[in-house]
């Protein structure tokens, strides 16, 4: 009987749930993620509340200070990030496994080719150990020789300096240079400092013109090491993670999940949020007009869908929002809703 009233007591708060437009949704995020104005955090703090958000969701390299810490961090300083790297509350590496990693029918992969554009995560040193859980393929066949033989050289003498890593081979410090970046493209490196990948990406620092600055500046580049992964998958990676997408998002559904490169089958999580639905830690319903399925929301981002609700019309500023979002700026137009 208990258990008949709980559902009984579910299902009507979930009725009493307005949904929002596919605008007001966008306006929601905007605030929820400190993009629109007014809501932007500062210093150290705000970026290590931002980065503790966005964690486990990956970018293009080079856009985390050009496009997505400067649009949430008022007055964004690269040496914001350093210090958070450099303090060991941060680190940065490709979760998701390469393209080059899958092997094809034929049993042969295809050869890992560095980019600039190459996907890399922020997440938190102590939030590591959940975040690198899914194991990391590393077919030999789809690195170059001279990233094979600088992985060896992590693998038996461990973190290094770039120095270290050149005075330690027969190749020139150019060759070692793009070997990094494989390594680093391949999600199997990181360094200890955000230095390091700002060189890898400028062709002005790889070339040291910008090295005398940087040191001034107090960010120097530090050790580089190997992005360990875990051997599989865990019960607890679903619910850190559902956990995760509740933080980032505020309301979180199918079409949610979908977009995001390291998460479980959306059945996985279904279970996870049917459960903590039950315990009274967040709320189930009908959240947004647009998408379908069961959607699912902390209380605190319902109280600000209501906010934004009420507030009637929301001018959007759809170029901010994350790709998948911003991708639903025809349909507002087509419906005007």
């Known amino acids: 009987m208990l258990e008949r009233i709980h559902r009984l007591t579910i299902g009507r708060l979930r009725r009493e749930i307005e949904p929002v437009t596919t605008a007001q949704l966008a306006a929601f995020v905007a605030r929820w993620q400190h993009l629109a104005g007014g ?7 705000g970026t290590l509340q931002v980065i503790q958000q966005l964690q486990g969701l990956e ?18 300083d690269p040496a914001l990030l350093d210090e958070l790297c450099l303090s060991g509350e941060v680190m940065w590496g490709r979760l998701s496994p390469h393209p080059a990693f899958e092997r094809e029918n034929d049993g042969q992969g295809r050869r890992l080719r560095p980019t600039r554009v190459a996907p890399l995560a922020l997440f ?19 690195l170059s020789r001279p990233a094979r033989e600088l992985l060896l050289t992590l693998q038996t003498q461990g973190t290094s300096f770039s120095h270290e890593l050149v005075r330690n081979s027969e190749r020139p410090a150019g060759e070692i240079e793009d070997a990094l970046w494989e390594l680093v ?22 070339r040291g013109e910008a090295r005398g600055r940087s040191v001034r500046r107090g960010y120097a580049p530090g050790r580089w090491a190997l992005l360990r992964h875990g051997e599989d998958a865990t019960a607890e990676y679903v619910e850190r993670f559902a956990r995760q997408l509740l933080q980032r998002w505020g309301v979180v559904f199918r079409d949610i999940a979908a977009r995001e490169t390291l998460a479980p089958a959306w059945r996985d999580i279904l279970v996870v949020l049917r459960k903590m639905e039950t ?12 998408f379908v399925g069961e959607q699912f929301a902390l209380p605190e981002a319902l109280d600000l869908l209501r906010a934004v609700r009420r507030a009637g019309e929301v001018n ?22």
């Open 185 to 206: 493209a391949a999600g199997l490196v990181t360094a200890d400092g955000f230095e390091n990948l700002r060189a890898l990406i400028d062709p002005h620092r790889r």
């Open 39 to 45: 809501t932007q955090l500062h210093g150290v703090e």
């Open 279 to 290: 315990r009274g830690e967040i709320r189930g319903g009908r959240f947004a007009t647009a």
């Open 59 to 76: 970018w293009a390299a080079g856009a985390w200070e050009s496009d997505v810490l400067p649009r949430r961090i008022a007055n964004y």
């Open 316 to 337: 959007v500023e759809w170029d901010a929002l994350p790709p998948w979002l911003a991708g639903e700026r025809s349909a507002v137009a087509r419906t005007g809703s």
């Open 124 to 142: 938190l040193r102590e939030d590591a150990g959940w975040l690198l859980e899914s194991p990391q393929p590393q077919p030999a066949e789809a």
